[in-house]
């Protein structure tokens, strides 16, 4: 494109300079009109390609419905043997007609075959003819003007028989391209806006989960100092039981008054010995071997209780409540015989004390009743 342009201008220049038509002005003329034929070529080219790609879909279709139909004559002349009878038509001639469909196709492939590889013999030989021409109109420019020289185009390394290079040779190719990155544009795009809402739900779990830990952790601290407020208050009661053990111990507390509880403990502790086991063996037992056999006893009745009916239980269980009512009772009627004359004594204040009252509400309304005395 570049070289064309440069040659333009030096054709352009040389026509200022002289006013008369130089030989590469008629290259020019030969050069576009070569280009035309070879846009009209790769044309009538496309058009080719258009009625054979018709034309082979067409004896396509045709050779495969005249398979289908000599397959179903043979399987008629199978079963039957009179399917000349019966259609009319002779196996042989619809054989040789199928055989020469098939040879037509083969020379239109072999003829369009040999007429690319004639197109593209041409457009080699065209070439080649237009860079020697440009190669003869370059040295032609080089004398005419010394100053607009074209040793970078007249490099003795070039090579004419190279084909140019061309990325696009249609434009729909170029739109196709573009329609091409315009889709891979969008589903990036798409692909981009799903990650970002993935990373949106990927740090709202993840606020939330750090919220979770920091209320665990405000919790357990919380809780750490309760245990150490617990800890704190179980260390003062331990150490003032430990004081009052050694205060007890030294012998601050009275010996003797020890000593009597100790007796007063161990005589009701051989009465609940007798009551529950009886007589055997109290003297040669301390205290704590009678409260564990004493103790040994009760579960061994609690066992037989679980093992007597329910009714016997809820009979003995009534008479032992009536005989506690009876008890109660007894024990009331002899409080309040001995509580009598302090009732007595109680009810005599009450009684003057309302009578005392009534006379001052006596005295209140006679004063309300009474007229006003006047003032002299």
């Known amino acids: 494109k570049f070289s064309f342009i440069y040659f333009f201008f030096l054709t352009e220049k040389a026509k200022d300079e002289s006013g008369q038509d130089r030989p590469y002005k008629i290259f020019f003329k030969d050069l576009f009109l070569f280009k035309e034929n070879e846009m009209a070529a790769k044309k009538k080219e496309k058009f080719m390609n258009r009625s054979m790609k018709v034309y082979q879909k067409s004896t396509f279709s045709s050779r495969m419905k005249s398979r289908s139909h000599l397959g179903q004559i043979a399987t008629y002349t199978d079963t039957a043997g009179s399917s000349i009878d019966k259609f009319g038509l002779d196996p042989t001639l619809i054989l040789s007609a199928a055989q020469e469909t098939i040879n037509k196709l083969q020379m239109t492939a072999e003829l369009k075959k040999a007429s690319m590889e004639i197109q593209s013999v041409k457009r080699k030989w065209l070439r080649n003819q237009a860079f020697s021409f440009s190669f003869f109109f370059y040295s ?7 100053e607009d020289s074209l040793e970078f185009f007249l490099d003795d390394d070039m090579d004419y028989d190279l084909e ?5 040779k249609e434009p729909e190719e170029l739109l196709q391209v573009l329609t091409e990155l315009e889709e891979q544009n969008l589903t990036l795009v798409q692909y981009s806006q799903d990650v970002d809402e993935n990373l949106e739900d990927v740090n ?3 606020r939330l989960i750090q919220d979770k830990i920091n ?13 150490k407020a617990n800890c704190v208050r179980e260390e003062e009661k331990a150490a003032e039981l430990e004081l009052r053990s050694r205060l007890f111990s030294f012998g601050e507390f009275n010996s003797d008054a020890q000593e009597k509880l100790i007796d007063s403990l161990s005589k009701k502790i051989n009465q609940v010995y007798k009551v529950c086991i009886g007589d055997a063996e109290v003297g040669s037992l301390n205290p704590v071997q009678k409260l564990v056999k004493v103790e040994s006893r009760l579960v061994e009745l609690s066992d037989l209780i679980e093992s007597i009916p329910k009714e016997n239980v809820e009979a003995i269980e009534r008479m032992k409540q009536k005989e506690r009512r009876q008890k109660y009772s007894h024990y009331l009627m002899i409080s309040l015989e001995q509580c009598l004359p ?7 204040k009450m009684k003057e004390k309302q009578k005392h009252q009534e006379e001052r509400l006596k005295a209140a309304l006679e004063r309300a009743v009474a007229q006003p005395k006047k003032k002299v």
């Open 204 to 206: 709202k779990r993840e």
């Open 215 to 227: 209320t665990n952790i405000e919790f357990l601290l919380e809780h750490k100092e309760m245990l």
């Open 342 to 348: 302090l009732d007595r004594l109680r009810e005599e």
């Open 164 to 168: 140019p290079e061309l990325y696009f």
């Open 140 to 146: 032609q420019a080089e004398s005419i003007s010394s």
